[in-house]
């Protein structure tokens, strides 16, 4: 069985398909008998601004940190977010900046040349995505950058893999049927911590 880590960067704390959908991983991820642990991000207490660069140390609040230490300790990370003016809420992107961090990510390379040793490496993950456009013209003309953002630059850069995507678009418009199918959906990937 393998343990797992939902991060819903949904910037607000309320009913919204974001959680919904992290509630039916959660829920197919507990069926499957994996240990799973949940952040919704606006539900926590911590400064998303990193002061200084990446050689500044920043002390992790205690929900950053108990993000940081369970993160450590999964082998499968979901991340579960929608897409806001064309990428990721300033809210992932500061969680993501402020636990992402060398010593955790990546070990601390200052000071010499090379890559970087990759600290996550043995880790998957699966990024979630909801959006008012049909997943495809974000694919195809507007290019994903977000999605590549966080799969190739962050994630693959510390060493997660595979990482799998799953794009929920037009959101608005579809009606209560297809949101059902999306929560199977993902239920079902969460049994299978995939």
């Given amino acids: 069985m393998a343990s797992v880590v939902i991060i819903v960067g949904q910037p607000k704390s309320g009913p919204s398909l974001c959680e919904a959908l992290a509630e039916a991983y959660r829920r197919g991820a507990g069926a499957g008998g994996h240990k799973v642990a949940l952040f919704h991000l606006a539900r926590m207490d911590?400064?998303?601004?990193?002061?200084g660069d990446f050689d500044t140390s920043q002390p992790l609040e205690p929900d950053l940190k108990a993000a940081q230490d369970a993160m450590r300790a999964a082998d499968h990370l979901v991340f579960v977010w929608p897409?806001?003016?064309?990428?990721?809420?300033?809210?992932?992107?500061?969680?993501?900046?402020r636990t992402f961090e060398?010593?955790?990510?990546?070990?601390?390379?200052?000071?010499?040349?090379?890559?970087?040793?990759?600290?996550?490496?043995?880790?998957?993950?699966?990024?979630?995505?909801?959006m008012g456009m049909p997943g495809l013209v974000y694919r195809l003309w507007f290019g994903a950058h977000a999605l590549k953002v966080l799969k190739r630059n962050i994630l693959g850069f510390c060493g997660v893999g595979p990482i799998r995507t799953s794009i929920h678009g037009m959101v608005e418009a579809v009606g209560d049927a297809k949101r059902k199918r999306w929560l199977e959906e993902m239920e079902a990937l969460g049994r299978e911590a995939r």
């Fill in 83 to 97: 897409l806001w003016l064309g990428t990721m809420p300033a809210l992932l992107k500061g969680f993501l900046e």
């Fill in 46 to 51: 911590f400064d998303p601004i990193r002061h």
């Fill in 102 to 130: 060398p010593g955790f990510a990546i070990d601390d390379f200052s000071g010499r040349s090379g890559w970087p040793k990759k600290l996550l490496k043995g880790k998957s993950a699966r990024i979630v995505m909801t």
